[in-house]
């Protein structure tokens, strides 16, 4: 697939998500799966995006304005920011960016049938793939989700020694024919960047739960419960000021559907 080195010109900033997602008195760093009920659940909203592109900020800021909030049907938004790679070449290297990313986007780009792939993109639960700034889009593709899968994921506990992994989880529900995949995102609850050079030159960059490292930890076929210890992909940093967390979910083969997910502090 070839890489497009553009961003849509749709910056939609206003209205973000104060109007499209409700705020709850719920705990937003922990969702039980097992304890959720049908339709209100989680869902999964990844951000590509780069700090060479101007157009990604307020993608950004859509992100920063619904992670961890709930929508209007009790769906815990679950966001991760993946930041690509294909700008560095551009005047301004992302410290945050990794080629992980960058494949798992263009895998996107294939499935979804996108003539290039470009930023900002949110894909929400492996189902859609919207303009990483179009909150009204957004929205619609959360909503969505209330009517989909009824896969719960619970992490019962993690703990990380340096790149070391325990984690104890389980999976509840009905896991589709072809099984699933588990994944485990480490990210950084906050960052920010002053950008020196590129499109974005003299501007400081905020970010929210931003991958540090994706792994897949598992391939199951059935409702389980696991206890696994693994080394996590990538190069994992000491915990930084702003806390960080982990994501983990369970996808469909071939980056398909999200059927559900979970994150906790760590």
Not at 207 to 221: C, Q
């Amino acid at each position: 697939m070839t890489r497009r080195i553009t961003c849509s010109a749709l910056c939609i900033a206003a209205a973000l998500a104060i109007s499209i997602i409700a705020l709850s008195a719920q705990p937003s760093t922990h969702l039980d799966g097992n304890n959720a009920q049908p339709g209100h659940r989680a869902v999964l909203v990844e951000l590509f995006t780069s700090e060479g592109c101007s157009s990604c900020p307020p993608a950004d800021a859509l992100l920063q304005q619904v992670n961890g909030k709930y929508s209007d049907a009790g769906q815990l938004v679950v966001g991760v920011s993946e930041h690509v790679t294909y700008w560095n070449s551009l005047g301004w290297s992302d410290p945050f960016s990794s080629p992980t990313y960058t494949e798992r986007q263009e895998a996107y780009g294939q499935r979804f049938h996108v003539d290039s792939v470009y930023t900002p993109q949110i894909v929400v639960n492996g189902q859609e793939q919207i303009v990483g700034s179009d909150s009204a889009g957004l929205l619609r593709a959360i909503r969505k989700e209330d009517q989909m899968s009824q896969v719960g994921v619970h992490i019962a506990s993690a703990s990380l020694d340096g790149n070391r992994l325990t984690l104890d989880f389980s999976v509840s529900g009905t896991i589709p024919g072809k099984g699933a995949e588990i994944y485990a995102v480490l990210a950084d609850d906050k960052t920010s960047s002053n950008v020196l050079r590129g499109e974005n030159s003299g501007r400081t960059l905020s970010h929210v739960a931003v991958a540090r490292t994706i792994t897949r930890v598992a391939n199951i076929e059935a409702a389980t419960e696991l206890t696994i210890q693994l080394v996590l992909s990538g190069s994992v940093q000491q915990s930084p000021p702003s806390g960080r967390h982990l994501i983990l979910f369970a996808q469909a083969p071939g980056l398909g559907q999200v059927l559900g997910v979970d994150t906790v502090s760590i």
